[in-house]
């Protein structure tokens, strides 16, 4: 593995999966990257991506370093070619080589700005690292994805389904007040797409996912008919892709709770965090049996330390 920046990276996926599960077993192998050293660029907020990261470094006997660079670092230029007379005091050629000379992996940390689909999903912040840094990059969530989540997401599928049969999991859109990004459900299609599970969508209209996400992955627009029967609902919030940005509806009966959870089989509710309580998934669920959120995010820790080992050995 070169980069870790999509499911397309990864060669293997059951074999990442059980190197998580096998690190989660045996965490603390503190000799295997003795002397690596990790950056762990954030340009946006993160409690979980951040701390798990340290913390699956450390497991690992590497030493991790953070930069908020979004409010530390010197404001960057991406543009190629410009005189840089403006408010921009580095060019992303030097912030990302120099950062590429102290760390032998770089994991960074880049939403999206939900103002034009062209420039978030042409991901030019999250390429210009991979072009310049010339050390592996692993996304922290970008633009269109969240590869570290995802991975935790299907080794929490992995361990908690024990039937013989393929597991039901729906992705459900909830709804939310602000504008976010499409990057988690995104990534989570596209891990379910790969992954030994029968995966269907449910979102109100004009919230379809981009196409190559969702390729072949029943839509329905109705979230009774799609919640029917699932072993593992993924609630999560997205804004419009076709109407970029935007926020079409907030509809409440959307919001998962009882209701919901009395259509499908008993199943496991999922969020990647941070979730708001009582719009996207109702208490009586993220404080009930079903709810595994808690699971997902301990997890991370072992997803970037199975990814981390990949890049580093
Ligand atoms: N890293 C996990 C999710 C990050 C982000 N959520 C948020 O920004 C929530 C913000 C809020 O609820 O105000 C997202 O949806 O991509
Ligand atoms: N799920 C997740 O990535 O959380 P943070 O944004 O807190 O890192």
Redesign the pocket.
Known sequence: MKNFTSVKDVQNINALVEKALSLKANPFQTKLAEGKRIGLIFFNPSLR?RLSSQVAAQNLGAQAVVLDIGKDGWALEFEDGVVMNGDKAEHIKEAAAVMGRYFDVLGVRTFPELKSKEADYSEKLLNAFIKYAGVPIVSL?SGTR?PL?SLADLVTINEQWTATRKPKVVLTWAPHV?A??Q??PNSFAEWMGKADVDFSIANPEGYDLAEEFRQGVPVFHDQAEALKDADFVYVKNWSSYDDYGQILSQDESWTFGSKQLELTENAKVMH?L?V?RGLVIKDEILDGPNAIHLEQAENRVYAAQAVFYELLM
């Open positions: 991506t969530e969240h989540q602000k976010l990004p990057a988690v990647c941070p708001r």
